[in-house]
């Protein structure tokens, strides 16, 4: 099986995107096929720089390595649509030749005036057909002598597919069905734009039969075009090679209505894009997936079930355990919510399997950025009290801060409820017997301070509450021996005089 990942390079790739790609890769790695990314940057108009280099950023980010491509190359190059314009050139002027193609000579002002005619008129929307084709200026309508010699002044020209009424289009979906459209319906599209560059139906259609692509996943919004595409397979004579179709359902807004866009990611505050992205303005800057704090194998996991599942209860997959399951008929047809606390709930789970010395990695950079280079024995420690009360890797900083800083400020409401001064000295004591522990350790501070609670008739709930907010400022967070333990015997003595004086 040959399957391509075929986006336009018109801004950054959108997380819809990244699955089209995810369920193409999956797909071809399960067959042992071939997994090519084309890059489709025919629209001028809509070319952004950046923006290629961003999907293969993002492609190698989550893992999804391309077998054939434009850095990668392959047999079948080149990989970028814009390299191969003399290619679609000869394609479409072998249709005109055929007569299942035309050249057509009305300016956009002309096409204008058309619309507007229709509408003053009250008829429905201007389709270019076969029904208006004759009423404007192109090869069928006009002399052999007059349209050669429009070629020959240089005059401006697309070159239009000649759909042919009567027509039968059956799509067999392999995820929606049996899908039919009628050749009356379909427009004659261009193929072939007066900038020389061929449109998207075109260098899709040439490129998807050159370079042998068995299977075509991709959005639900192509589906449409797919019947104008199989108008251009039956017109070159591939009808019988043609790729199998299989078209994703959207992916919904978290509220389940309507389609999830990238203003959603910005209103809501959640990555919507696998990147960050600098656009020109605040509105077109987005935070990515990985500037979240998300690990790349949650990502995938996350999208793998945005539109399929496995048939079982499993929820965690490894990228292996996704490519041995999945299956274009798990695939549902209905939009898929995207869930963004299912996403949290996923990173969680990778983050407390993940095991402590590969944490360590992943949160040294984050730590360092606020100006902490902890020693890698000792950081694997703090992941590990950490891991289990953690979404997002930044969130190890967030919540564990006070284990590199010192505390500023104590939980007041704490103190104020819990704290009685007649206690200082007995508190201070406890500091004190704790200093002269050889062993400190969550064990050895436990058992001690629980002695004496005991002997001085105080309960858990009035010491523990205390010593917590004493060496960490908090009420929250890993169990207060553990938290000692890490800060060992002097920093901690420390923060518990300070405190007890300072309450
Ligand atoms: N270039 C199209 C896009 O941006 C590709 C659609 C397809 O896969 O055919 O999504």
Request: with cysteine; net charge neutral; proline share 5%.
């Amino acid at each position: 099986m040959r399957l391509r990942f075929a986006p336009s390079p018109t801004g950054p790739l959108h997380i819809g995107g990244v699955r089209t790609a995810l369920y193409n890769y999956l797909l071809a790695k399960k067959t042992g096929g071939t997994f090519v990314l084309r890059i489709e940057d025919t629209d001028q108009t809509r070319y952004v720089a950046g923006a290629e280099k961003y999907i293969l950023e993002a492609l190698q980010w989550l893992g999804l390595q391309v077998d054939e491509g434009p850095e990668t190359g392959g047999p079948y190059g080149p990989y970028r649509q814009s390299e191969r314009k003399d290619i679609y050139r000869a394609y479409v002027e072998e249709l005109v030749a055929q007569d299942k193609a035309y050249y057509a000579f009305d300016s956009a002002e002309e096409l204008d005036a058309q619309r507007r005619a229709f509408q003053e008129k009250g008829l429905p929307p201007f389709k270019y057909d076969a029904k208006q084709r004759m009423q404007m200026r192109n090869s069928l309508s006009l002399s052999a002598n007059e349209t050669r010699s429009l070629i020959e002044s240089g005059a401006p020209y697309t070159i239009r597919l000649k759909v042919d009424p009567g027509e039968e289009i059956l799509i067999n979906d392999r995820i929606r069905g049996e899908v039919r459209f009628k050749s009356e319906e379909l427009d004659d599209k261009i193929l072939f734009k007066a900038d020389g560059m061929p449109t998207y139906h075109l260098a899709n259609v040439v490129d998807d039969h050159l370079m042998k692509i068995t299977h075509v996943i991709r959005g639900e919004e192509w589906l449409p075009s797919t019947a104008h595409h199989i108008l251009l397979y039956r017109a070159f004579g591939w009808e019988e090679d043609m790729p199998a179709f299989a078209h994703l359902p959207l992916i919904l807004k978290p509220t389940g209505k309507g389609k999830l866009s990238k203003r959603d990611g910005l209103k809501l505050g959640i990555p919507v894009f696998p990147l960050s992205w600098k656009g020109e303005s605040e509105e077109e800057s987005f935070k990515g997936f990985r500037e979240f704090g998300f690990d790349p194998r949650a990502v995938v996991n996350f999208l793998a079930f945005l539109g399929w599942n496995p048939g079982t209860e499993q929820e965690i997959f490894t990228i292996e355990g996704l490519i041995a399951a999945f299956s274009l008929d798990k695939i549902g047809k209905a939009g898929a919510r995207f869930d963004y606390d299912k996403a949290l709930w996923f990173n969680q789970q990778y983050i407390q399997s993940s095991d402590d010395t590969q944490l360590a990695k992943q949160i040294a950079p984050i730590l360092a950025k606020h100006g902490h280079h902890a020693e890698p024995a000792w950081l694997e420690k703090f992941c590990h009290l950490l891991k289990e009360r953690v979404s997002l890797y930044p969130e190890f900083w967030e919540q564990g801060k006070y284990l590199l800083e010192a505390v500023r400020e104590y939980d007041s409401k704490t103190v104020r409820k819990k704290w009685k001064p007649e206690r200082r000295p007995l508190f201070l004591k406890l500091a004190e017997e704790l200093e002269q522990l050889d062993n400190f350790t969550a064990e050895s501070t436990e058992q001690h301070v629980k002695a004496f609670a005991e002997r001085h008739e105080l309960k858990i709930g009035e010491i523990f509450p205390l010593l917590r907010v004493a060496l960490t400022g908090t009420t929250r967070g890993p169990g207060i021996f553990d938290i000692m333990e890490l800060l060992g015997k002097k920093e901690s003595i420390q923060r518990l005089q300070t405190a007890f004086n300072s309450f």
